[in-house]
């Protein structure tokens, strides 16, 4: 894996160089985001807030072979067969790359290329150490793992917040932002991961959906209120009884009564047997096509 | 992006005093807003019949009251005096206390807590330090009160390419940015210098982004990485050592930068640690 990383490394194109090292960046450094030759609204929003934050842009060209099934091909045929997809693959990072070259132009911090033939989600895994913030989006149709990185396995492995963008081309304005609080570790996280935005936003709603108490699901968010304050940040509390739907849809709801564009979240899941476990709130955010999400575990 | 609030971990299970001087420092160079918290638990099922059981419990509560308030005290004494917001939680009650602590730190953007007596996976009715890390989503500074006691002067960060080191360096920052000198370490193999170099000289890029001048070193790897990574924390003279960590509690195990750390069973000088 490292050894892959490292030709990576070494072939990876250095297209500018880093930020200035004096100013000090206003939260994000270095926003990352996975270049597909499909999905040039997903290179656009990264460029965007990169641009926004002042931070550096990172763009990983990724795409892995997928090992032949057995069958009755020659050993011929197959080795045509491998040497087609490698061109394939070879084509669609060499198309990227002009993408991300192309993005890059004017962006004050610059930015990094980085390309690899190896599965996406362990090379955005990897280069992860060296961002902030990764910029996704769910491939159109069921996608595959040779080719596309889930959202979700991005949040749950690599140890960064997670922007989801909606599947349907749709910019992010961040003005208004809902904090899906939670007594949790992940909501924990996600609050400290996205102050950022907060510190941007017009407007910023900390959100509870309580079950029974919700007097202490108010002092909590009153907890949050303050301590966000100290950051900097005006958000106002609040804290709701789910009316006959799930978390997560009252979620939405008061979200999109607010106005919100953005909703920031902790993503809950864990993997078991290969397969990706989540949360009904998680699975309810990821499941939209309205608003963008930022999710942290 | 700097750190506000402090969330301290009082609770008189060990001795705070590393706790206290290390937050009276940050508090005051960061002026943040400073929680003091501090829960113990009763024991839950006392033999004998109802009436002794109740006076036993009784006395109890009474104990636990009078440590609460000396805690108190001390913290009203040494971290106190400033103009920004000081506050006071106790709690005697039957949840573990490490929840009780990570929930009510919900807004702290650091936690600092004290290696408890006798090893820091132990204490049943305290706050079980790995379990603190854990659930808290927070870097957690560990201060023992013996030992180096805390500084901004020479932080060592264990690298290893984990989901947990990542997020231990990105919560670490602003101390980072607060320190002298800042020195990368990671351990490798004779096969893997190189590769470790290289995944170094990335994170030192990405430092300096942040304003942070590091210097970095790659230690080949011997028959045991932990304690190579103490000679390397001594060697460099750490105030602070910045590691991702991996409590493996019912294992009586502390992963530490990737490597099972039994020296942080007894810490000589403050740890940072992130989960």
Same mark, same amino acid.
């Given at each position: 894996?490292?050894?892959?990383?490292?030709?990576?490394?070494?072939?990876?194109?250095?297209?500018?160089?880093?930020?200035?090292?004096?100013?000090?960046?206003?939260?994000?450094?270095?926003?990352?985001?996975?270049?597909?030759?499909?999905?040039?609204?997903?290179?656009?929003?990264? $460029?965007?807030?990169?641009?926004?934050?002042?931070?550096?842009?990172?763009?990983?060209?990724?795409?892995?072979?997928?090992?032949?099934?057995?069958?009755?091909?020659?050993?011929?045929?197959?080795?045509?067969?491998?040497?087609?997809?490698?061109?394939?693959?070879?084509?669609?990072?060499?198309?990227?790359?002009?993408?991300?070259?192309?993005?890059?132009?004017?962006?004050?911090?610059?930015?990094?290329? $980085?390309?690899?033939?190896?599965?996406?989600?362990?090379?955005?895994?990897?280069?992860?150490?060296?961002?902030?913030?990764?910029?996704?989006?769910?491939?159109?149709?069921?996608?595959?793992?040779?080719?596309?990185?889930?959202?979700?396995?991005?949040?749950?492995?690599?140890?960064?917040?997670?922007?989801?963008?909606?599947?349907?081309?749709?910019?992010?304005?961040?003005?208004?932002?809902?904090?899906?609080?939670?007594?949790?570790?992940?909501?924990?996280?996600?609050?400290?991961?996205?102050?950022?935005?907060? $510190?941007?936003?017009?407007?910023?709603?900390?959100?509870?959906?309580?079950?029974?108490? *919700?007097?202490?699901?108010?002092?909590?968010?009153?907890?949050?209120?303050?301590?966000?304050?100290?950051?900097?940040?005006?958000?106002?509390?609040?804290?709701?009884?789910?009316?006959?739907?799930?978390?997560?849809?009252?979620?939405?709801?008061?979200?999109?009564?607010?106005?919100?564009?953005?909703?920031?979240?902790?993503?809950?899941?864990?993997?078991? *047997?290969?397969?990706?476990?989540?949360?009904?709130?998680?699975?309810?955010?990821?499941?939209?096509?309205?608003?963008?999400?930022?999710?942290?575990? | 992006?700097?750190?506000?609030?402090?969330?301290?971990?009082?609770?008189?299970?060990?001795?705070?005093? =590393?706790?206290?001087?290390?937050? +009276?420092?940050?508090?005051?160079?960061?002026?943040?807003?400073?929680?003091?918290?501090?829960?113990?638990?009763?024991?839950?099922?006392?033999?004998?019949?109802?009436?002794?059981?109740?006076?036993?419990?009784?006395?109890?509560?009474?104990?636990?009251?009078?440590?609460?308030?000396?805690?108190?005290?001390?913290?009203?004494?040494?971290?106190?005096?400033?103009?920004?917001?000081?506050?006071?939680? =106790?709690?005697?009650?039957?949840?573990?206390?490490?929840?009780?602590? +990570?929930?009510?730190?919900?807004?702290?953007?650091?936690?600092?807590?004290?290696?408890?007596?006798?090893?820091?996976?132990? &204490?049943?009715?305290?706050?079980?330090?790995?379990?603190?890390?854990?659930?808290? =989503?927070?870097?957690?500074?560990?201060?023992?009160?013996?030992?180096?006691?805390?500084?901004?002067?020479?932080?060592?960060?264990?690298?290893?390419?984990?989901?947990?080191?990542?997020?231990?360096?990105?919560?670490?920052?602003?101390?980072?940015?607060?320190?002298?000198?800042?020195?990368?370490?990671?351990?490798?193999?004779?096969?893997?210098?190189?590769?470790?170099? =290289?995944?170094?000289?990335?994170?030192?890029?990405?430092?300096?982004?942040? &304003?942070?001048?590091?210097?970095?070193?790659?230690?080949?790897?011997?028959?045991?990485?932990?304690?190579?990574?103490?000679?390397?924390?001594?060697?460099?003279?750490?105030?602070?050592?910045?590691?991702?960590?991996? &409590?493996?509690?019912?294992?009586?195990?502390?992963?530490?930068? &990737?490597?099972?750390?039994?020296?942080?069973?007894?810490?000589?000088?403050?740890?940072?640690?992130?989960?």
């Amino acid at each position: 894996m490292t050894d892959n990383l490292q030709t990576a490394v070494a072939s990876g194109a250095r297209v500018e160089t880093g930020a200035d090292a004096s100013g000090e960046p206003e939260g994000y450094a270095a926003v990352l985001t996975h270049v597909q030759r499909d999905a040039p609204e997903r290179l656009a929003c990264a $460029r965007d807030l990169a641009q926004r934050f002042g931070a550096a842009l990172v763009g990983i060209g990724a795409e892995a072979i997928p090992p032949i099934a057995a069958g009755p091909a020659t050993g011929v045929v197959q080795a045509q067969w491998f040497t087609a997809c490698n061109e394939a693959a070879e084509e669609n990072l060499r198309v990227a790359r002009e993408m991300f070259r192309a993005a890059c132009a004017g962006l004050g911090a610059g930015g990094d290329w $980085r390309q690899s033939l190896d599965l996406p989600i362990e090379v955005i895994s990897r280069a992860s150490r060296a961002a902030d913030l990764i910029v996704a989006s769910a491939p159109d149709g069921p996608g595959s793992g040779y080719r596309d990185a889930r959202p979700s396995d991005l949040a749950l492995l690599t140890g960064r917040p997670v922007l989801v963008a909606p599947s349907r081309e749709k910019s992010l304005s961040a003005q208004r932002v809902v904090l899906a609080w939670k007594d949790t570790r992940e909501a924990r996280r996600a609050m400290a991961d996205a102050l950022p935005f907060f $510190r941007r936003a017009k407007a910023v709603l900390v959100l509870e959906v309580a079950g029974r108490h *919700l007097e202490d699901a108010q002092s909590r968010c009153a907890d949050v209120v303050s301590a966000l304050e100290r950051h900097g940040v005006q958000a106002e509390p609040s804290a709701v009884g789910a009316v006959g739907q799930t978390d997560g849809e009252e979620i939405l709801n008061q979200a999109s009564a607010f106005g919100a564009d953005l909703i920031v979240a902790g993503a809950y899941g864990h993997p078991r *047997l290969g397969e990706m476990i989540f949360g009904g709130v998680t699975r309810t955010l990821l499941g939209q096509h309205e608003l963008f999400v930022l999710l942290s575990h | 992006m700097t750190w506000r609030t402090l969330a301290l971990d009082l609770s008189p299970s060990g001795s705070s005093g =590393g706790v206290r001087q290390a937050a +009276a420092l940050l508090a005051e160079r960061f002026e943040t807003a400073v929680l003091a918290l501090a829960a113990l638990r009763p024991a839950k099922a006392v033999a004998g019949d109802g009436y002794s059981a109740g006076e036993l419990m009784a006395l109890e509560r009474d104990t636990f009251t009078e440590q609460l308030n000396q805690a108190q005290a001390a913290f009203w004494a040494q971290v106190a005096p400033a103009s920004h917001h000081r506050e006071w939680r =106790g709690v005697v009650g039957f949840d573990p206390p490490a929840s009780w602590i +990570a929930r009510e730190a919900r807004g702290a953007d650091l936690i600092i807590a004290a290696p408890p007596e006798g090893g820091i996976l132990k &204490g049943a009715n305290h706050v079980n330090l790995a379990d603190l890390v854990m659930a808290a =989503g927070r870097p957690v500074l560990i201060a023992p009160s013996e030992g180096r006691p805390f500084g901004l002067g020479t932080a060592v960060v264990a690298w290893k390419d984990t989901r947990e080191t990542r997020r231990a360096v990105s919560d670490a920052l602003p101390l980072l940015r607060a320190c002298k000198r800042v020195v990368a370490v990671t351990i490798a193999p004779r096969t893997g210098l190189e590769a470790a170099r =290289g995944e170094l000289a990335e994170i030192g890029g990405w430092l300096a982004r942040y &304003g942070v001048t590091s210097e970095l070193r790659v230690e080949r790897s011997h028959r045991d990485d932990a304690s190579r990574l103490g000679m390397s924390v001594a060697d460099l003279d750490a105030d602070v050592l910045v590691a991702g960590a991996y &409590g493996r509690a019912r294992m009586r195990e502390w992963i530490l930068g &990737g490597v099972t750390c039994d020296f942080l069973l007894n810490p000589d000088r403050c740890v940072l640690v992130s989960h």
